[in-house]
């Protein structure tokens, strides 16, 4: 009976995505199973070729087509490159478990599983990737380039749907040059000591759409770069993890603007960092963060809840009587509320050289719980050089 249920539910898996496709291209359809290009699930084989091998035959066919990895043992694939342009839409139907190799040549591969030059592509399935990130992790400190777990390059009007990444060995999914991506469902996860390991990472890419995600990771759960512009993240939670991150900045010349970037309806949990802002302090390079709204988000023991550090300096040598040169404005933080784990729960240190401008904190709600005698009490606020203003009920006492 079980099996019965569990066939049923790939079947319709594999027909509502087949109907979600035709919303993106028309025409044919067509059904391509992995283990016919000689895909084999005993965990030591490499797949590679087999995965490569179905994705050129979809990639020539018109219309639309799916690549199907079965559910049912191992699947190990050392690197694989999707990429296009291809005739016609793809739908990468993950439902089988897909493992990373794990001996110590493979720690600075560039990628894993990476999709590039694609339009129309759908990623999904109930599957996991396996990313090998605890034979890895001992060696970060010693290694320069470790793979991304699944990374998209320069890919248009995609999805990708119900994916969970475990245990990366850098980066579990990241975005690069995108347009129009949405992200429902995922789910990443790696130990909170994993190095490096952040959920979500976007850079150069507009128009994405993260929803009903869960972020337990080791770095920043949802990590924003230069030239990222029109994000959406959605009902998501946090926790453990870094929190949510924009920058850092200002490091390199040129770099692009990050703006339009909407955090609503999420959840952070033991978290080292709420919503954060960092731009490196002097010597920094000009750049802009601007049109930010953070709203309706529940903070449960996080350590630094809502902060602006304009003098990120990990690795010291800056001169902090030179403010950053990198400008943060239109930044509206509403309905914010929960437990911080440190007592000063709101830090705006902004630039000296460019203060933050239009900021507004609006019903923020947050107390701090003492950790040593467990009572929870007023939290404080602390802020430098910002320009803005406050409005309804703020506590900590608002410092703008």
Not at 86 to 97: A, T
Not at 315 to 336: A, P
Request: net charge positive; with cysteine; hydrophobic share 35%.
């Amino acid at each position: 009976m079980m099996a019965w249920r569990s066939d049923l539910q790939a079947f319709c898996m594999l027909m509502f995505f087949l109907v979600s496709a035709g919303s993106v291209v028309s025409g044919k359809r067509a059904v391509l199973n992995v283990k016919d290009y000689g895909a084999v699930t005993d965990g030591q084989t490499d797949n590679s070729q087999a995965f490569s091998e179905a994705w050129k035959a979809a990639c020539k066919q018109k219309g639309r087509t799916v690549i199907n990895v079965p559910k049912g043992g191992k699947y190990y694939v050392r690197q694989a490159s999707f990429e296009g342009p291809c005739k016609g839409s793809v739908v990468f139907m993950i439902r089988g478990d897909v493992y990373a190799p794990t001996d110590k040549a493979s720690h600075t591969l560039p990628y894993w599983i990476k999709f590039r030059y694609v339009d129309n592509l759908i990623i999904a399935g109930d599957g996991n990737l396996y990313g090998g990130g605890r034979s890895a992790w001992p060696y970060k400190s010693q290694m320069q380039v470790v793979p991304h777990s699944l990374r998209l390059e320069f890919v248009n009007h995609a999805r990708i749907d119900r994916i969970r990444s475990i245990d990366s060995k850098d980066k579990h999914i990241s975005i690069y040059g995108c347009n129009d991506v949405r992200m429902n469902r995922i789910r990443t996860t790696a130990p909170h000591d994993s190095p490096n390991t952040d959920g979500l990472h976007i850079a150069m890419s507009k128009r994405i759409r993260v929803t009903d995600s869960k972020f337990d990771t080791g770095d920043d759960c949802v990590a924003v770069f230069s030239g990222s512009h029109d994000l959406n993240i959605t009902g998501c939670s946090c926790g453990p993890g870094h929190g949510f991150s924009i920058g850092s900045m200002g490091r390199s010349p040129n770099e692009d603007p990050i703006t339009k970037i909407n955090i609503q309806n999420c959840t952070l949990s033991h978290t080292d960092n709420g919503f954060r802002i960092k731009t490196w302090a002097a010597p920094s390079h000009p750049t802009l963060a601007s049109d930010i709204t953070v709203e309706d988000v529940r903070m449960d023991n996080v350590h630094n809840p809502i902060i602006i550090d304009q003098n990120y300096c990990p690795q010291g040598g800056c001169d902090d009587k030179v403010g950053s040169q990198v400008q943060i404005k239109n930044l509206k933080l509403k309905d914010i509320w929960g437990i911080s784990s440190t007592e000063t729960a709101v830090k705006l240190q902004c630039s000296s050289k460019k203060p933050c401008q239009g900021v507004v904190l609006e019903d923020i709600n947050i107390l701090f719980r003492d950790l040593e005698t467990r009572k929870i009490r007023d939290a404080l606020s602390s802020c430098a050089f910002v320009n803005g203003f406050s409005r309804g009920k703020q506590s900590p006492k608002a410092c703008i």
